[in-house]
């Protein structure tokens, strides 16, 4: 009990500004204050830019005719799409976007949508044809080339750039 007392009133003791100085700081250079922006959720953004800001996908495929693992690989595969920091996550609870991908009846072209999981916001979309061979890696060149039209080039280019 008396260390609970104690904590406490140490605590109250020491201001909470004292706290956030640093330990040692140059004479002669003042002290910047750092601005932090708050983060805004991705489903208040533009559709712009919630496509930049975006990190995790989800894929939910809505066609028995392609493989859901196999879209997962081919676009880990891809370079670029590393490059623009997406990661692919099993859980769509915690997805920033979600790819769901159709396809039309008797036809071989397959739609992908790109949604915005909280406001069910369209932001981008693209097709591809499984005509002469599987969709997967067809499909995964399509998002990938969307994907850099609508966010612009890679950070890591942009950093190459400077």
């Known amino acids: ?58 894929i939910r495929p809505k066609s028995s005719f392609m493989n859901k693992e196999k879209l997962e690989r ?21 997805a920033d976007l979600i790819l769901e991908i159709t396809r039309k009846r008797l036809t071989t072209r397959f739609t992908c949508n790109v949604i915005e999981p909280v406001t069910q916001r369209i932001l981008a979309g693209t097709t591809a044809s499984s005509l002469g061979g599987e969709i997967e890696p067809n499909l995964a060149d399509a998002i990938v080339k969307e994907f850099k039209a609508k966010r612009g080039k890679p950070a890591t280019e942009e950093k190459k750039l400077e």
């Open 1 to 58: 009990m008396r260390q609970i007392t104690l904590f406490l009133l140490l605590s109250l003791a020491i201001p909470s500004a004292s706290l956030s100085q640093p330990a040692f700081q140059e004479p002669g250079k003042p002290q910047e204050p750092k601005l932090v922006q708050p983060k805004i959720p991705i489903s208040e953004l533009p559709a712009a830019e919630a496509l930049r800001q975006a990190r995790l996908l989800f």
């Open 74 to 94: 081919e676009l880990l595969k891809r370079k670029e799409f590393g490059e623009m920091g997406f990661e692919i996550t099993r859980s769509h609870l915690n």
